[in-house]
C-alpha cells in the first residue's frame, strides 16, 4: 500500500572517528521528476 517513514528533528546520532556525537539534522523534501508524493509534517514541541 505504501511506505512511512519517522525521522528525528533536532540531532542524529553519527560515529565520529571513535566514538559517536550528535549532528544536526537537514529538514526539507527534495525535488521529484516522475510520480507523486504525499508529505505531512507534524512538529511536536516540547513546551515549558
Known sequence: ???A???C???RL???GTTYG???VK???TTITAG???V???PFHEYR
Open 14 to 16: 553519527v560515529r565520529v
Open 40 to 42: 505531512l509534517g507534524l
Open 27 to 29: 529538514h526539507g523534501v
Open 22 to 24: 550528535l549532528q544536526p
Open 1 to 3: 500500500m505504501g511506505d
Open 5 to 7: 517513514l519517522l525521522f
Open 36 to 38: 507523486m508524493r504525499f
Open 9 to 11: 528533528t533536532r540531532d
